[in-house]
Nanobody, 122 residues
Framework: QVQLDESGGGLVQPGGSLQLSCTAS????????MAWYRQAPGKQRELVAA???????NYADSVKDRFSISRDGVRNTVSLQMNSLTLDDTAVYYC????????????????WGRGTQVTVSS
C-alpha cells in the first residue's frame, strides 16, 4: 500500500516562509506527478503546484513567484517552499501522487496525504 507522509506545516506571520515536505512510501515503481493541493475553510480543494517526471512544474496563479516545488524522483519526495506568505495562504495542504504504479498491480492509482495545516496570522 502506498502512503504519503507530509510534514512542515505550522503557524507563520504574514511575509514569512515555510517549507512542506512529502514522502511517498511503499513498493513504488513510478509516479507520474507529485503535487500539492490546499483547502481553505469553506472552499474547494485547489491545486497549488505540481511537478511531473520531466521536471516541468505548474503553479496556481496565486502562488507564482512565491512558491517553489521540487521533486526527487528517486526518493519519491516532493517539497514546497512557500515564501511571502499571506493570510490567503491559510489552508490545509495536501500532498498528492498521481499515476502511481506500485506493488503487483500494473494499474495507475492516485494517492493523498492526510494534510498539514498552514496558518498565516499576525
Amino acid at each position: 500500500q502506498v502512503q504519503l507522509d507530509e510534514s512542515g506545516g505550522g503557524l507563520v506571520q504574514p511575509g514569512g516562509s515555510l517549507q512542506l515536505s512529502c514522502t511517498a512510501s511503499g513498493y513504488i515503481y513510478s509516479i507520474d506527478t507529485m503535487a500539492w493541493y490546499r483547502q481553505a475553510p469553506g472552499k474547494q480543494r485547489e491545486l497549488v503546484a505540481a511537478a511531473g517526471t520531466g521536471g516541468v512544474a505548474n503553479y496556481a496563479d496565486s502562488v507564482k513567484d512565491r512558491f517553489s516545488i521540487s521533486r526527487d524522483g528517486v526518493r519519491n519526495t516532493v517539497s514546497l517552499q512557500m515564501n511571502s506568505l499571506t493570510l490567503d495562504d491559510t489552508a490545509v495542504y495536501y500532498c498528492n501522487a498521481a499515476g502511481v504504479v506500485a506493488g503487483v498491480s500494473p494499474h495507475k492509482n492516485d494517492y493523498w496525504g492526510r494534510g498539514t495545516q498552514v496558518t498565516v496570522s499576525s
